[in-house]
């Protein structure tokens, strides 16, 4: 993607997000970037970087604080597949002074790197308390291990925010890589990145660019004392910029799709920052309200919980969304990407704490809605559309040869051939003369799963076929539904009823999805991230309408881009 495929008024809306935002004086400034492709396509500025200075710009130099985590988790990552760390060994075998911890039960086990890098090591939420230790020295860290630690969980069984468990990871980095974390975060994901607006000090980025932060006193603005590098640095330490931090998301995001190319261009596997990008550890569910005005429920929610030094967001019209925030004394922070288009927005403030999730979520959806963004994208297999075509021919002339060729053993167990046989027959009689199944829109939720609408002189039937695993894949399930035209009349009551939807106008369409007979349809409306289904019951003698249902779906059931079909599965 270009900076010259996003609408100006897009990026206009996403300048009035920071605005607005800015007026609730969270910081005294804010700087972001609409990023994708590892470049920043859009940056912006509101506020100033000190009280009655100058704003910020994208090479300014912010603290980002747990957005650190994702480095962390990064370069455990690396050990790992050097072969040095095991994800799922206890925590004392690289950490000696937690070899005899005591833990809060008798059956609990010892937390592992995995538990602690996805936050469910037990250990208690800490950000005011470890926020404060950055510096602490190696020997006084040592001394605060060998004190104990109090849990208060059971080690791998919730989601629990730990700082400390990060810090925890930090140490064993040092252990078993024999120098220090920050030595082995710099050598090895900043520097060969080219991050070079990256560090864990003022004095390794460039001087002149860095932001120093702020809190309130009272109703002024006061500069909060920067705090030098330790034991801590771990779980917030880093300084960036928006520039530095294009670079880093849009390296996660170019680990998708997984695929056969070279995989040299970053320092930790495609796999591996895959991994680290998905749920591992469940957190929370969100779900809006309703939509303004109406009182319709809005079928929208979010499923996020924690991975590998990321958070891991579900959300029923974009998919995947993958990021992580900040907040720090004097500083706040986020970035966010979408998984399916590579979009992302980062956002950097020079405010104790921050909200910069806020702006960020905000925009993010400003710039996705005006691109219409797919919540997944997908290569089908070749086979899958090769078969499409040979069943849309059996609804044609239905040939017993051919079906015995492309069914599944499962198939005629299912519903018997005879059966099956007939229903396809009926099914055509009504269609009439068919198209052909050029130009058939077709879609699919996976590579060996593909549906599309047969049209036909009197209707259209959907079918939907689903292909087994086998080396060379056949057809496990066959499903063919006729949909008749529906009536002049419950066509424009449900037009009528569409254009009474949020974003609706005049020239609305309206899909129809079911229709049994002339006494009711069922109709499909897209609408921006919306979708809506819209009932239509008319009395049986008269054809008189007599009730219109207006009801959200789930938006994300067929929002699959899938990419041009390959020559070879």
């Known amino acids: 993607m270009l900076a010259a495929d996003l609408d100006p008024r897009v990026l206009a809306a996403v300048d009035?997000?920071?605005?607005?935002?800015?007026?609730?004086?969270?910081?005294?400034g804010v700087v972001y970037a609409v990023v994708a492709g590892g470049v920043p396509l859009h940056v912006g500025a509101a506020g100033a970087a000190s009280p009655g200075g100058g704003p910020m710009h994208a090479d300014s130099v912010l603290r980002i604080a747990s957005m650190t985590?994702?480095?962390?988790?990064?370069?455990?990552?690396?050990?790992?597949?050097?072969?040095?760390?095991?994800?799922?060994?206890?925590?004392?075998?690289?950490?000696?002074?937690?070899?005899?911890?005591?833990?809060?039960?008798?059956?609990?086990?010892?937390?592992?790197?995995?538990?602690?890098?996805?936050?469910?090591?037990?250990?208690?939420?800490?950000?005011?308390?470890?926020?404060?230790?950055?510096s602490m020295t190696p020997d006084d860290f040592s001394a605060l291990l060998t004190g104990g630690v109090t849990?208060?969980?059971?080690?791998?069984?919730?989601?629990?925010?730990?700082?400390?468990?990060?810090?925890?990871?930090?140490?064993?980095?040092?252990?078993?890589?024999?120098?220090?974390?920050?030595?082995?975060?710099?050598?090895?994901?900043?520097?060969?990145?080219?991050?070079?607006?990256?560090?864990?000090?003022?004095?390794?980025?460039?001087?002149?660019?860095?932001?120093?932060?702020?809190?309130?006193?009272?109703?002024?603005?006061?500069?909060?004392?920067?705090?030098?590098?330790?034991?801590?640095?771990?779980?917030?330490?880093?300084?960036?910029?928006?520039?530095?931090?294009?670079?880093?998301?849009?390296g996660f995001a170019d680990a998708f799709p997984a695929r056969g190319e070279p995989d040299d261009a970053h320092p930790l596997s495609r796999a591996s920052r895959r991994e680290m990008q998905q749920l591992q550890r469940f957190n929370d569910v969100t779900v809006p309200a309703t939509h303004p005005g109406l009182d319709v429920p809005a079928i929208r929610a979010r499923v996020s919980g924690y991975g590998l030094g990321l958070v891991a967001t579900h959300d029923t019209r974009w998919g995947q969304i993958v990021g992580h925030s900040g907040g720090y004394p004097g500083y706040g922070s986020h970035m966010r990407w979408h998984v399916a288009s590579g979009v992302g927005v980062i956002a950097l403030g020079n405010g104790r704490y921050m909200p910069a999730s806020e702006p960020a979520s905000a925009a993010l959806e400003v710039v996705l809605a005006s691109l219409d963004a797919p919540s997944r994208r997908l290569t089908r297999w070749a086979r899958t559309r090769e078969l499409q075509r040979v069943v849309h021919q059996l609804v044609i002339e239905w040939d017993d040869t051919v079906a015995d060729t492309i069914f599944a053993s499962n198939v005629d167990a299912d519903l018997g051939r005879d059966a099956r046989r007939a229903a396809v027959g009926e099914v055509s009689a009504k269609l009439g003369a068919i198209a052909s199944v050029d130009?058939?829109?077709?879609?699919?939720?996976?590579?060996?799963?593909?549906?599309?609408?047969?049209?036909?002189?009197?209707?259209?039937?959907?079918?939907?076929?689903?292909?087994?695993?086998?080396?060379?894949?056949?057809?496990?399930?066959?499903?063919?539904?006729?949909?008749?035209?529906?009536?002049?009349?419950?066509?424009?009551?449900?037009?009528?009823?569409?254009?009474?939807?949020?974003g609706a106008d005049e020239k609305v369409h309206v899909e129809c999805v079911e229709c049994a007979d002339e006494s009711s349809a069922t109709f499909r409306v897209r609408l921006g991230v919306d979708e809506w289904k819209i009932k239509v019951v008319a009395d049986a003698e008269t054809g008189v309408v007599s009730a219109t249902t207006v009801t959200a779906t789930p938006p994300s059931a067929r929002r699959f881009d899938v990419s041009a079909d390959p020559e070879n599965s």
């Open 16 to 28: 009035d997000v920071f605005a607005t935002f800015q007026t609730r004086d969270k910081a005294p």
């Open 69 to 134: 985590k994702s480095f962390t988790a990064a370069a455990a990552l690396l050990l790992r597949d050097d072969g040095l760390l095991r994800l799922d060994e206890p925590i004392g075998t690289y950490v000696p002074e937690l070899a005899g911890v005591r833990l809060p039960t008798t059956d609990s086990p010892l937390p592992t790197i995995r538990m602690l890098l996805t936050m469910s090591g037990g250990l208690p939420s800490d950000d005011p308390w470890a926020d404060r230790q950055e």
């Open 151 to 250: 849990f208060s969980a059971s080690p791998g069984t919730g989601f629990e925010y730990s700082n400390l468990g990060y810090v925890i990871v930090g140490r064993a980095i040092t252990n078993i890589a024999g120098r220090p974390y920050r030595d082995v975060v710099r050598d090895r994901l900043i520097e060969p990145l080219g991050l070079t607006s990256t560090g864990f000090s003022v004095g390794e980025v460039p001087a002149a660019n860095v932001v120093e932060g702020h809190f309130k006193l009272g109703e002024d603005w006061a500069v909060e004392p920067f705090a030098e590098p330790g034991e801590f640095s771990p779980l917030g330490g880093l300084f960036s910029s928006v520039r530095d931090l294009a670079v880093w998301a849009g």
């Open 439 to 502: 130009g058939a829109k077709a879609v699919s939720a996976n590579a060996a799963e593909i549906d599309w609408w047969i049209v036909g002189e009197h209707g259209r039937a959907k079918v939907e076929l689903l292909l087994t695993p086998q080396a060379v894949p056949l057809v496990q399930e066959m499903e063919i539904t006729f949909v008749a035209d529906p009536t002049a009349r419950l066509e424009a009551a449900a037009v009528e009823a569409a254009r009474a939807l949020p």
